[in-house]
């Protein structure tokens, strides 16, 4: 089940998806475009289906996931553009790892949206 963007935006997740800050990209154009430094956010970011991305904003938001995320949840949080459920799964889990994930995914978000917004 797909949440839609309001719910999610509630959820702490407006600094990715609900402001609808990433573009629309075909593949060529995501090859072409992606710098071999990238990090799986950035990467995540540039191949997203959300409107308005540019290449600065997905750099700003990896470099706050950097500073903000561990290396294994950067992976984990990277997935979730592909598949926004999952981050609602993790959201309402009684599991106490997932609830220290989202706590700082949503540091992350707050911050992403501050420093890139």
Request: charged share 20%.
């Amino acid at each position: 089940m797909t949440l839609p963007f309001p719910s999610l935006r509630r959820a702490g997740f407006c600094a990715l998806l609900a402001a609808q800050v990433f573009a629309v990209q075909t593949v060529a154009q995501f090859a072409m475009t992606q710098p071999a430094q990238a990090g799986v956010i950035e990467r995540a970011c540039r191949s997203s289906d959300r409107s308005a991305a540019n290449p600065s904003l997905c750099r700003c938001i990896q470099k706050v996931a950097n500073a903000r995320l561990t290396v294994g949840e950067r992976k984990t949080v990277s997935k979730w553009f592909d598949d926004p459920h999952q981050a609602q799964v993790v959201r309402q889990s009684s599991n106490a790892r997932d609830e220290r994930l989202w706590e700082r995914y949503k540091l992350f978000g707050a911050t992403a949206a501050k420093t890139c917004g």
